[in-house]
């Protein structure tokens, strides 16, 4: 079965850097565009990067453009999420996801998250 | 960017009942709308696609109807695990896929 497994939040301090990593499973990874979409505490969900199915395409979201830089290792079927220059409004629950491969762009797998917390 | 309202923003009912939510894009998005459940410290579910299509194992009590800018998400009969957050989503042409900003579902 598909599944999507996020790791490496934690706490850091404002400017620093933290590495988010997917591993996935139970699918081709190599023919699937993966997302990153995050919830900051008590509020919604937000919209992060995109990265296609053959890495060469990316977009970001205003609010992490310059900052985050998403990646992805089809050897080892993981998404990776480089989170530089961080800000207390970083702090959320960070979700990867898995585009569709029709051209209605949905969202058909999520993972369970990795808590990132900014904090001096 | 295509912004999403979603209204209302929280909503009550009871076990039974049969609830709408709406969704307005700030521009036309034809059919490129989706919607999602999300429970507390569980990933997000995908509902419907394409406005009104019904994703493979989601019951049939839930629904999705419109076109353009205006859109809804409709359960009939609910359950008590339908009380959650409901998210649309857009996904028209390039990203940001942006999402509405959540109704909470409570009893």
């Known amino acids: 079965q598909v599944q999507l497994v996020e790791s490496g939040g934690g706490v850091v301090q404002p400017g620093r850097s933290l590495r988010l990593s997917c591993a996935a499973s139970?699918?081709?990874?190599?023919?699937?565009?993966l997302h990153w979409v995050r919830q900051a505490p008590g509020k919604g969900l937000e919209w992060v990067a995109v990265?296609?199915?053959?890495?060469?395409?990316?977009f970001y979201a205003d609010s992490v453009k310059g900052r985050f830089t998403i990646s992805r290792d089809d050897s080892n079927n993981t998404v990776i999420l480089q989170m530089n220059s961080l800000r207390p409004e970083d702090s959320a629950v960070y979700y990867c996801?898995?585009?569709?491969?029709?051209?209605?762009?949905?969202?058909?797998?999520w993972g369970q998250g990795t808590l990132v917390t900014v904090s001096s | 960017d295509i912004q999403l309202t979603q209204s209302p923003s929280s909503l009550s009912a009871s076990v039974g009942d049969r609830v709408t939510i709406t969704c307005r894009a700030s521009?036309?998005?034809?059919?490129?709308l989706n919607w999602y459940q999300h429970r507390p410290g569980k990933a997000p579910q995908l509902l419907i696609y394409?406005?009104?299509t019904l994703q493979s194992g989601v019951p049939s009590r839930f629904s999705g109807r419109g076109f353009g800018t205006d859109f809804t998400l409709t359960i009939s009969g609910l359950q008590p695990d339908d009380f959650a957050i409901y998210y649309c989503q857009q996904s028209h042409r390039t990203p940001p896929y942006t999402f509405g900003q959540g109704t909470k579902l409570e009893i």
């Open positions: 990265i296609s199915y053959h890495g060469s395409t990316k």
């Open positions: 521009q036309n998005i034809n059919n490129y």
């Open positions: 394409a406005a009104s």
């Open positions: 139970g699918f081709t990874f190599s023919n699937y565009a």
């Open positions: 996801a898995r585009q569709d491969v029709s051209s209605w762009y949905y969202f058909d797998y």
